[in-house]
């Protein structure tokens, strides 16, 4: 008798690729808007504990903040599904963007997806008031060790942050393995993902105290804030086609200055602050000391070849920084026998 065959059944339960793309962005969807909704609601319940002046206020944005996920995560399916589709990047069919109601709108300066980093940035925004709340008021001081909701998961809560910034990325990639695109998510979800925990790291310095004096629990802060905002660049790559990001990197060294940015607003400023700590109150040095050590090291050693690059593109490429510029949305495809390329 001849044998089933068994790789036809299996093919009957292969999934094409747009089957796959709706299924992992929807689970993508469902729980970032949990993680985020879950973060906010904890951070309220501390500050409502003993502040309930402001708890409203809060679980409004809150709401808005998942609003705009909301609009965000649709926007960028809708635009990925159509790539999927007809292998070719839409023009205005993408939803929420300003190119829909204004034609002379700069969409090839601000991106295709704007609201990927719009999103972002503002969900940031209502995490540090939050953050800049319950360590300016000293709430974590009066909190018991022993109750549900101690200090320990105040900094997890907070550290969740990476996950919606890691789930937020992969709604914005397409699954095609060893693309461009897929390389970039995933190397940018684990770097964000070990820069947040550092942040979180670092404002575990503030459980101290009134041991830390005022203006450096500020600068602490502060650093924190910057360092939550900064993988906006790394969205704002991702909100742009593949290969209009190429020929905005001819002319802006993006990637170099993000470098440049994290090596000098990030892990140098961290890295003297956990300094100053293990000298003057005898802290306990962290680990994340080493990895600020780490990646400036890295940084420094990487950074000479891209400027040498970056500096050098006119000898190499002169012909096409000549040509006029044409906008993502003006230009036509080109066509061989009738077919699109």
Known sequence: MPEPNSSSSLCCLKLSKKQKFIIFHLLDSILLLAVQLIQGSVLTYYIYTHNNEIQYL????????????ITALYSSYKYLAFFIDNNEYPDKRYVASPKRLFSQFPTSKLGVLPLSYMSWVIYVIVLLLKIQIIFGSDLFVILNKKDSFTPQLLKMIIGLASLVFLLLVEA?????????????????CSKVGIEIFDSVSLLSVLLLGDQVPA??????????????????????????????????????????????????????????VRLFLWVTYKEEASMFMMKNVFNILVTLRTLHPELVQYLSRDDREGHELDAPYVPHFEAVPLKQNGVSV
């Not at 808005?64 to 996920?69: D, G, M, N, Q, Y």
């Open 58 to 69: 809060l679980h409004s944005l809150d709401i808005f903040c998942a609003l705009v996920f």
């Open 172 to 188: 914005h990639n397409r699954l095609e393995l060893n693309s461009e695109r897929y390389n970039y998510v995933t190397s940018v």
């Open 215 to 272: 203006p450096f629990e500020h600068i602490v802060c502060m650093l924190a804030g910057i360092n939550f905002l900064l993988p906006t660049l790394s969205l704002y790559r991702l909100s742009l086609p593949d290969r209009l990001a190429a020929k905005l990197s001819e002319k802006f060294p993006l990637q170099v200055f993000h470098h440049l940015s994290r090596t000098f607003l990030i892990e140098i400023p961290f890295l003297t």
